[in-house]
């Protein structure tokens, strides 16, 4: 088998042309060719990338770029391998593994919610980039009450364990119980910044989900684990905080 082939009835869902059952009939009427022989049956093998595919002699033009929404869950790493820990790739539909997708970022392993999976490099760069300041923000459970004083101390910006002062950070405090609960906006993405963030103002992160990243929310319909595809308008709100 070529090198990231994938059935034709999925190189053809991905590509749009209809459900599973829809692209069985024009496979089956003899409206797709693979390298210019007609093929009957969808289950067959085709490399997005070496074989030309055609419907009614044209050619499908599998999408270069794909743009996911992952609701990771804890438990996994956001990496592309991994020789012993589930990835946030293995939450990825079959018919979209062709376009090595790697996540813009990293969530921590017990770190769940929102992360986007896509293989534009040029985007990812854009969002990551730390003159960029993009806003990610998260939910955060820690030991101890959150209050006001904490939400002016981010608003300095805070002091981590290796000296470094972080950039001035919003803190909503959601609930200033014995077990706080609060939202925190950062504007850089420091190595485990959001937990070192609470150990500076001597608190332990005991949940931690990202909820927003670049003007983009996570959807709350989707259960962790579940991934889709970005919508038009969620593609303009990650643009216009220059995520190309
Ligand atoms: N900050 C953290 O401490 N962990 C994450 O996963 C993300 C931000």
């Known amino acids: 088998m070529k090198k990231n082939s994938i059935r034709l009835d999925k190189f053809l869902a991905s590509a749009g042309y209809g459900s599973r059952k829809e692209i069985k009939g024009i496979v089956r009427d003899g409206k797709v060719a693979v390298n210019g022989q007609t093929v009957k049956d969808s289950s067959v093998h085709v490399s997005p990338v070496d074989d030309t595919v055609t419907v009614d002699g044209l050619q499908v033009l599998s999408r270069e770029f794909v743009y996911l929404m992952l609701n990771k869950p804890a438990g996994c790493v956001s990496a592309t391998t991994d020789t012993r820990e589930q990835t946030v790739l293995d939450f990825v539909p079959e018919n979209y593994r062709h376009f090595e997708l790697f996540p813009v970022g990293r969530l921590d392993k017990d770190t769940e919610g929102l992360l986007l999976l896509t293989n534009d490099g040029k985007m990812a760069h854009g969002l990551l980039a730390p ?114």
């Open 131 to 244: 003159k960029k300041h993009v806003p990610k923000t998260y939910f955060v459970k820690v030991n101890g009450p959150v209050t006001e004083v904490h939400a002016a101390k981010m608003a300095q910006g805070v002091v981590l364990d290796d000296g470094y002062l972080t950039r001035p950070a919003a803190l909503r405090v959601l609930e200033s119980g014995d077990n706080g609960e609060a939202e925190l906006t950062i504007y850089e993405g420091k190595f485990h910044q959001v937990k070192r963030m609470f150990k500076s103002l001597g608190m332990e992160v005991l949940y931690l989900k990202r909820i927003a990243m670049g003007g983009l929310s996570l959807d709350i319909s989707l259960q962790p684990g579940e991934v889709r595809e970005l919508t038009p308008e969620e593609m303009g709100l990650l643009k216009n905080c220059g995520g190309y």
